[in-house]
Structure formats: structure tokens, C-alpha cells
């Protein structure tokens, strides 16, 4: 089984500024990991994935993220955040195709909420 | 482009009424079906899932049920809801076990 923990509940950061979400996960196979982001009273949306391939993800609204085997991390990061990024972000991961016994369904973390102040 | 709905957008019920939350996803076929419970700072947590009509997993007892009737169609009810089940319920599909997660906007329920 997987678990996945974001590390911060809550994140205040001023607007312009650069900001690090972090996840640490846990899983005995071969995981896929994804970001995703949910603005107040609405669903969730994909931000980025990482598969295979390169480490280093880059997804919509300027996120980006690094694949960290060893360290078993999967850290959201924007160089300048705006107003606009206030929202909750949710790490998850599943087991990949080769290992695993889940098919493939999705462990949340906690959430972390961004809050960008002017 | 693929779409997913849910109704109601909330719904405020007294305990011990019925419950049903439908799901429906357009421009896509045979996709996997997934109904999921948000508590205020608990994360998501998956109820069911479902891999094509009448198939349906549950992953927590509890006292929600789920069907799927139709390809694109999922249903998530309650025959007597507790205070316990007020939530923020959210529906979503994929094209497959393996890959990602597309959600619906949610139904905000309140039980009274």
C-alpha cells in the first residue's frame, strides 16, 4: 500500500514570491505521482503529472515539479506566485502498471493551502 | 472534449432522509468511474469505483452505496443518512486504471 504526506498544512507567501510545496510518499513498487489543485467550492484540477521519463515535470499555471527517487518526494514549486494561486494542492500517487496489486487508484495527501498575499 | 457533471451543486437533507448524487461524463466511452468523499482537512478518500455498468467496488463500509446504470452514469445513494456522510462529494473518471484522474465539480451535502 501507498500513503502520500504533504508536510504543510497551510502556506502564506506574498504575491511575487517564490513558494515550494512539499510531498513525501511512501510504496513498495513503482509509483506514478501527480499534483493536482482545487479552488474554493469546485473540483479538483490536474496541475502536473510525472510518469517516467525526465525528473523534472512542468505543468500549467507556470508549476512545476521534481520526481526525487531517493529521497521518495515529488516537491510543487513556482518561481512567482500571484493572487490567483490561492487554493488548496493536493499530492497523490498510484502504483504503476509493473508492480502493483492497486490498479492504479489514487492516494491523496492532506492537502496544502496556498494563500498569496499583495 | 471529454466533460463531467454532477447534481445537485449542494444539497442540505434532515438524517435519516435518502440520498442520491448523480455523475455523468460526455464524450468519452467504458471510462472508470470513481466517487470520493472530502471532509473539511482530511484529504480525499475514495468510496467506490467502478470499471463498466454494474460493476462496482467499495473500498469503506459504510452507509452510501453506488450504481452504475448507464456507461457514463454513476450514482452514488443512501437509503437513511447520518450527520456523519456531510461532505464534499466529488466524482471523477479516467481512461483507464493507470491513468490520471478528471473530477467533477462536487456536490456539497449537508445533513442535518
Known amino acids: 500500500a501507498q500513503s502520500v504526506t504533504q508536510l504543510d498544512s497551510q502556506v502564506p507567501v506574498f504575491e511575487e514570491a517564490p513558494v515550494e510545496l512539499r510531498c513525501n510518499y511512501s510504496s513498495s513498487v513503482s509509483v506514478y505521482l501527480f499534483w493536482y489543485v482545487q479552488y474554493p467550492n469546485q473540483g479538483l484540477q490536474l496541475l502536473l503529472k510525472y510518469l517516467s521519463g525526465s525528473t523534472l515535470v512542468k505543468g500549467i499555471n507556470g508549476f512545476e515539479a521534481e520526481f526525487n527517487k531517493s529521497q521518495t518526494s515529488f516537491h510543487l514549486r513556482k518561481p512567482s506566485v500571484h493572487i490567483s494561486d490561492t487554493a488548496e494542492y493536493f499530492c497523490?500517487?498510484?502504483?504503476?502498471?509493473?508492480?502493483?496489486?492497486?490498479?492504479?487508484?489514487?492516494?491523496f495527501g492532506q492537502g496544502t493551502i496556498l494563500t498569496v498575499h499583495p | 472534449s471529454q466533460t463531467i457533471h454532477q447534481w445537485p451543486a449542494t444539497l442540505v437533507q434532515p438524517v435519516g432522509s435518502p440520498l442520491s448524487l448523480e455523475c455523468t461524463v460526455e464524450?468519452?466511452?467504458?471510462?472508470?468511474l470513481y466517487w470520493y468523499r472530502q471532509a473539511a482537512g482530511r484529504g480525499l478518500q475514495l468510496l467506490f469505483y467502478s470499471v463498466g455498468i454494474g460493476q462496482i467496488s467499495s473500498e469503506v463500509p459504510q452507509n452510501l452505496s453506488a450504481s452504475r446504470p448507464q456507461d457514463r452514469q454513476f450514482i452514488l445513494s443512501s437509503k437513511k443518512l447520518l450527520l456523519s456522510d456531510s461532505g464534499f462529494y466529488l466524482c471523477?473518471?479516467?481512461?483507464?486504471?493507470?491513468?490520471?484522474?478528471?473530477f467533477g465539480p462536487g456536490t456539497r451535502l449537508t445533513v442535518l
Open positions: 471523477a473518471w479516467s481512461g483507464g486504471f493507470y491513468n490520471e484522474q478528471f
Open positions: 497523490a500517487v498510484s502504483e504503476t502498471e509493473a508492480g502493483g496489486t492497486s490498479y492504479g487508484k489514487l492516494t
Open positions: 464524450g468519452t466511452s467504458n471510462p472508470n
